[in-house]
């Protein structure tokens, strides 16, 4: 694609780079590329395209401030017209731009509290898998708040806040499945949020719904749960 990325309309380019985050695969001289044929043409993208471009490079974790910027510039044209969900995705891109270059202005800085009001609606509700998993935390006495929300806005499923580990329940949502050899993996904003966490300090376990489906019992459920958490540099 990169040959030709001077033909794509605004929405191909913001669906290729789309598509490549939320696979979670690495082309940075793809990103590069999209990056300057983009550039050029951003008063041209609409509100949807330019909240799904500003998203994939965050999740990427394109190293190029001044290409945000100019996304966030052209977003800002766009934020009313915005739904919650392009409006989440801002968030985060937020988030990102102000762990990475502290040192600069967010140009969407103003616009914080609609960003992040945003985001916590779209969050998705606690499942049946998560409150059985909460309920096995209990039984090792691992104390934890149940859907705990930082200071950043970011939630977790269960965590201890004061030695900032925490627990995440991960259903199919998160992962993409490999149709031949049948094996799960994240997905791009799996590991963006990841990623996020670990800039903050959080210590997260990770459990996920296809190896939580596997455990019959509860003293199996207990056991998995136990070597997770108690191992070394595991949270505790």
Same mark, same amino acid.
């Given at each position: 694609? /990169?040959?030709?990325?001077?033909?794509?309309?605004?929405?191909?380019?913001?669906n290729?780079?789309?598509?490549?985050?939320?696979?979670?695969?690495?082309?940075? /001289?793809?990103?590069?590329?999209?990056?300057?044929?983009?550039?050029?043409?951003?008063?041209?993208?609409?509100?949807?395209?330019v909240?799904?471009t500003?998203?994939?490079?965050?999740?990427v974790?394109?190293?190029?401030?001044?290409?945000?910027?100019?996304?966030?510039?052209?977003?800002?044209?766009?934020?009313?017209?915005?739904?919650?969900?392009?409006?989440?995705?801002l968030?985060?891109?937020?988030?990102?731009? /102000?762990?990475e270059?502290p040192?600069?202005?967010?140009?969407?800085?103003?616009?914080?509290?609609?960003?992040?009001?945003?985001?916590?609606?779209?969050?998705?509700?606690?499942?049946?898998?998560? /409150?059985?998993?909460?309920?096995?935390?209990?039984?090792?006495?691992?104390?934890?708040?149940f859907?705990?929300?930082?200071?950043?806005?970011?939630?977790?499923?269960?965590?201890?806040?004061?030695?900032r580990?925490?627990?995440?329940?991960?259903?199919?949502?998160?992962?993409?499945?490999?149709?031949?050899?049948?094996?799960?993996?994240e997905?791009?904003?799996?590991?963006?949020?990841?990623?996020?966490?670990?800039?903050?300090?959080?210590?997260v376990?990770?459990?996920?719904?296809?190896?939580?489906?596997?455990?019959?019992?509860?003293?199996?459920?207990?056991?998995?749960l136990?070597?997770?958490?108690?191992?070394?540099?595991?949270?505790?």
């Open positions: 694609a /990169r040959p030709r990325l001077g033909e794509f309309k605004p929405q191909e380019l913001a290729t780079a789309w598509a490549f985050a939320k696979a979670g695969v690495e082309a940075p /001289r793809l990103f590069e590329a999209i990056a300057d044929a983009a550039r050029p043409h951003l008063g041209e993208f609409n509100a949807q395209d909240a799904n500003a998203w994939a490079f965050a999740c974790d394109f190293e190029q401030p001044v290409s945000f910027v100019a996304l966030m510039d052209a977003c800002a044209t766009h934020t009313s017209a915005m739904r919650d969900l392009e409006l989440s995705q968030y985060l891109v937020s988030l990102h731009f /102000r762990l270059w040192d600069q202005s967010f140009p969407l800085s103003h616009y914080h509290d609609t960003l992040l009001s945003a985001y916590q609606r779209n969050e998705p509700r606690p499942s049946r898998l998560q /409150r059985d998993v909460a309920a096995a935390l209990d039984r090792l006495g691992w104390t934890h708040v859907e705990h929300v930082t200071a950043e806005g970011l939630s977790l499923d269960m965590a201890q806040p004061e030695s580990r925490a627990v995440e329940v991960d259903g199919p949502s998160h992962f993409l499945k490999n149709p031949k050899s049948q094996r799960y993996v997905n791009g904003a799996t590991r963006f949020k990841s990623r996020l966490l670990r800039r903050l300090g959080w210590d376990v990770r459990v996920p719904f296809f190896e939580w489906g596997r455990l019959k019992t509860a003293a199996e459920k207990d056991a998995y136990e070597a997770r958490l108690f191992r070394p540099g595991a949270a505790k």
